[in-house]
Nanobody, 126 residues
Framework: QLQLVESGGGLVQVGGSLRLSCAAS????????IGWFRQAPGKEREGVAC???????SYEDSVKGRLTISRDNAKNTVYLQMNSLSPEDTAVYYC????????????????????WGQGTQVTVSS
């Protein structure tokens, strides 16, 4: 059974850093594009970053230069390094997967993904 589990969320002060992990089980992550999404209270879910099976990346404009997505296929895990955090980054963060072997690009649209984790809460306090 395909499963995604996020971890690494928590409470951090403004300007701090967190590294989120998305661990996959039941499938080989290397053949999938992975997206990171977030949803703040009262707001729609938005795609903040994605990485294709061949390592192509895409970022939402407000996180460029602060968030970095990476993958370790040997560990079947994708990471989201988050630096210079602000209260606007407070949200539940979800990772998602879609089968795209040999894909060189990825999409940050939620409808492009068909498997989702349960999410991890990130709270940035001022």
């Amino acid at each position: 059974q395909l499963q995604l589990v996020e971890s690494g969320g928590g409470l951090v002060q403004v300007g701090g850093s967190l590294r989120l992990s998305c661990a996959a089980s039941g499938f080989t992550l290397a053949n999938y594009a992975i997206g990171w999404f977030r949803q703040a209270p009262g707001k729609e879910r938005e795609g903040v970053a994605c990485i294709s099976s061949r390592g192509g990346r895409s970022y939402e404009d407000s996180v460029k230069g602060r968030l970095t997505i990476s993958r370790d296929n040997a560990k079947n895990t994708v990471y989201l390094q988050m630096n210079s955090l602000s209260p606007e980054d407070t949200a539940v963060y979800y990772c998602s997967a879609t089968w795209t072997p040999l894909g060189s690009s990825c999409r940050r649209d939620s409808y492009a993904y068909d498997s989702w984790g349960q999410g991890t809460q990130v709270t940035v306090s001022s």
